[in-house]
T-cell receptor, first 112, second 114 residues
Framework: QKEVEQNSGPLSVPEGAIASLNCTYS??????FFWYRQYSGKSPELIMS????GDKEDGRFTAQLNKASQYVSLLIRDSQPSDSATYLC????????????FGAGTRLFVKA | AAGVIQSPRHLIKEKRETATLKCYPI?????VYWYQQGPGQDPQFLIS???????DKGSIPDRFSAQQFSDYHSELNMSSLELGDSALYFC?????????????FGPGTRLTVT
């Protein structure tokens, strides 16, 4: 079992719709959770971080964390074609250091 | 705002040669991370430094070494290069605050080994 799992996709949604991206992790000691957006050939860009259970909203993005279920998600409202990218879930555990584990990423396509 | 700087942006080397990648973190960030990303793959953690000391080690080959200098810049040294080392190498930096360490990535160095 991979430490951080994501559906590789591709996930295709029409413009204006809500895109829902999901991630599960195996280390119960994980304390920090991040979503990165990566365009092809570019570096990952941090778009959301979440540290406690519940929802965190930033503009069109909402991150949701459920530590009991070891689950973190990202919702993108009013999806735009420019949101088409690979979204990487990243998890960091203080147990054994500050190593960050990335999921394989979910490719999102927003159709105009 | 200042970002992470990496140099060179592109590097072409032959098998068995050596390469040195440089990373300049965001000012006042205390931690530097190195990642390797192959085509279609997620970033693989190689190594990190906290306050100039090695902090964590990931899947870094023995042929690679890294260090962080007094000015906080870091270098990744790669020897006996193999074709499989061709990848994007990212450096990221963060400021650790408790359990929080939001990492900001540099633009990457694309290494091609021929």
């Amino acid at each position: 079992q991979k430490e951080v799992e994501q559906n590789s996709g591709p996930l295709s949604v029409p413009e204006g719709a809500i895109a829902s991206l999901n991630c599960t992790y195996s280390d119960r000691g994980s304390q920090s959770f991040f979503w990165y957006r990566q365009y092809s050939g570019k570096s990952p860009e941090l778009i959301m971080s979440i540290y406690s259970n519940g929802d965190k909203e930033d503009g069109r993005f909402t991150a949701q964390l459920n530590k009991a279920s070891q689950y973190v998600s990202l919702l993108i409202r009013d999806s735009q074609p420019s949101d088409s990218a690979t979204y990487l879930c990243a998890v960091n555990s203080r147990t054994g250091g500050f190593k960050t584990i990335f999921g394989a990423g979910t490719r999102l396509f927003v159709k105009a | 705002a200042a970002g992470v700087i990496q140099s060179p942006r592109h590097l072409i080397k032959e098998k068995r040669e050596t390469a040195t990648l440089k990373c300049y973190p965001i000012p006042r960030h205390d931690t530097v991370y190195w990642y390797q990303q192959g085509p279609g793959q997620d970033p693989q953690f190689l190594i990190s430094f906290y306050e100039k000391m090695q902090s964590d080690k990931g899947s870094i080959p023995d042929r690679f070494s890294a260090q962080q200098f007094s000015d906080y810049h870091s270098e990744l040294n790669m020897s006996s290069l193999e074709l499989g080392d061709s990848a994007l190498y990212f450096c990221a930096s963060s400021l650790r605050v408790g359990a929080r360490n939001e990492q900001y990535f540099g633009p990457g160095t694309r290494l091609t080994v021929t």
